[in-house]
């Protein structure tokens, strides 16, 4: 099982150009995450799909859009980058079962916006 | 108030030394406490998860008091290894999102 993998490792971008991160787990997880970590501030939640076919809001998802592909895929994009979006990626996923349902996170993406 | 609050340290320690960290959360109704490590430029990864009784594994042990509202990890035996981010990992109500400490950094020094 390779968990959860995350495209691209590393990106350069200037302001304005879009992208999309690529996230995929072969864990069977209904739920799925989008975080960035920035130097001081922890992880913050970006997005989140709790099960396939369904997408919300976390705590910083202005200039980001999500889309849930299948059970498996779940992907983040930025339309317009900002120099403010320089930061490290992390996807996860999660089994919400009984109460005791840990993540698990891709080894990220390092976005570099110019 | 931020949902989960943690010392950043850093914590230097010699090997051999014992060496705990505390992590407060602020919503009662969380029911899932985590642990995580995370070394330099790479992903967390779960460390332990914290139940309401306790538990140990080898060196670490990780309790929960929902009382105060904290979460605590302890490392016996320090190791070189060990050098690492520790995060403090807690749950919302509904169990789809996760609140993540700052982070506590040790240094395990030879």
């Known amino acids: 099982n390779a968990g959860v993998t995350q495209t691209p490792k590393f990106q350069v971008l200037k302001t304005g150009q879009s992208m999309t991160l690529q996230c995929a787990q072969d864990m069977n997880h209904n739920s799925m995450y989008w975080y960035r970590q920035d130097p001081g501030m922890g992880l913050r939640l970006i997005y989140y799909s709790a099960s396939e076919g369904t997408t919300d809001k976390g705590e910083v998802p202005n200039g980001y859009n999500v889309s849930r592909l299948n059970k498996r895929e779940f992907s983040l994009r930025l339309e317009s980058a900002a120099p403010s979006q320089t930061s490290v990626y992390f996807c996860?996923?999660?089994?919400?079962?009984?109460?005791?349902?840990?993540?698990?996170f891709g080894p990220g993406t390092r976005l570099t916006v110019l | 108030r931020k949902e989960v609050e943690q010392d950043p340290g850093p914590f230097n320690v010699p090997e051999g030394a014992t060496v705990a960290f505390n992590c407060t959360y602020s919503n009662s109704a969380s029911q899932s406490f985590f642990w995580y490590r995370q070394d330099c430029r790479k992903e967390p990864k779960l460390l332990m998860s914290v139940y309401s009784s306790g538990n140990e594994d080898g060196r670490f042990t990780a309790q929960l008091n929902r009382a105060s509202q904290y979460i605590s990890l302890l490392i016996r035996d320090s190791k070189l290894s060990d050098s690492a981010t520790y995060l403090c990992?807690?749950?919302?109500?509904?169990?789809?999102?996760?609140?993540f400490g700052t982070g506590t950094s040790l240094t395990v020094i030879p």
């Open positions: 990992v807690v749950n919302g109500h509904t169990g789809n999102q996760f609140y």
């Open positions: 996860a996923s999660s089994d919400f079962a009984g109460g005791l349902s840990a993540q698990f």
